[in-house]
């Protein structure tokens, strides 16, 4: 009834009486501005209605874009593998890299004037957020200053890469009474470091000292797991 008002409203308003239109205004509490709206919205809901349908699935699209461009470990792993890293809070650098030469040593103890340097195992990208260096010297020593600690980011273990970070000395891994602890991961450009799925993270010690070998060394970062999975969960995190 109200559709048929409508046209004839829409025919001029000739066809029907003022009074009739004045009530039927009145039973539906609006004015007869409104009423003649009334045949143009029908239209218009069905222009919106596919336009909602539309964005939806442009929205979709780029959610899943993102959930694949936020994830650390870009995709280049199944889902079954990322979760396989997803509980884990820890990553060691503690493999050797080994053939390197020069002042380079393939194997532990380090040795004054020697380096060493260590690597983690290949697996999907993370975000570190601590580092931890626990150091053993022969004889029980603490001359920690003479160990420089670097972090580097590299695709290939065999090349050096990007240092992160400044030249560190062991003894800021510890605190007074000779207990190692974590300490902040360095940033880039002011903001958290993501190491790729395509990047290692490696750690070089050098002995600047004269006595005392490194009889061990143990490296650790702290990944924030919780976020990491959020980001590369079944339902993503961007």
């Known amino acids: 009834m109200i559709d048929q008002s409508v046209q004839l409203i829409g025919s001029d308003g ?30 218009r809901c069905d222009a919106i209605e596919r336009d909602c349908r539309s964005l939806g699935q442009r929205c979709g699209t780029i959610e899943g874009v993102l959930d694949q461009t936020c994830c650390p470990a870009n995709m280049n792993y199944s889902q079954p593998t990322i979760d396989k ?6 990553v060691n650098i ?14 532990m103890p380090l040795n004054p004037g020697k380096r060493i340097r260590l690597i983690q195992e290949q697996r999907p990208g993370y975000s570190p957020v601590n580092v931890t260096v626990a150091l053993n010297l022969a004889n029980q020593g603490t001359n920690y200053l003479d160990l420089e600690v670097t972090f580097w980011v590299t695709t290939d273990p ?4 990007e240092q992160l970070g400044s030249e ?3 003894f800021q891994f510890f605190t007074n009474e000779g ?42 970062v702290q990944v924030n797991s919780q976020g990491w999975y959020a980001a590369c969960g079944p339902r993503g995190g961007c």
């Open 168 to 170: 560190y000395r062991g």
């Open 85 to 90: 890293f997803s509980h884990k809070t820890q």
């Open 14 to 43: 000739r066809d029907l009486e003022e009074e009739t239109l004045l009530r039927l205004c009145r039973v539906l509490r609006i004015s007869p501005e409104d009423l003649a709206m009334l045949r143009l919205f029908g239209k």
């Open 179 to 220: 207990v190692p602890t974590p300490i902040p991961f360095p940033t880039y450009k002011n903001t958290a470091v993501t190491i790729g799925t395509m990047n290692y993270l490696a750690v070089e010690i050098a002995h600047k000292g004269a006595a005392n070998n490194l009889v061990s060394a143990f490296v650790a």
């Open 158 to 161: 065999q090349i050096q890469g």
């Open 94 to 107: 503690t493999n050797v890299v080994t053939g390197l030469g020069g002042d380079y040593v393939d194997t």
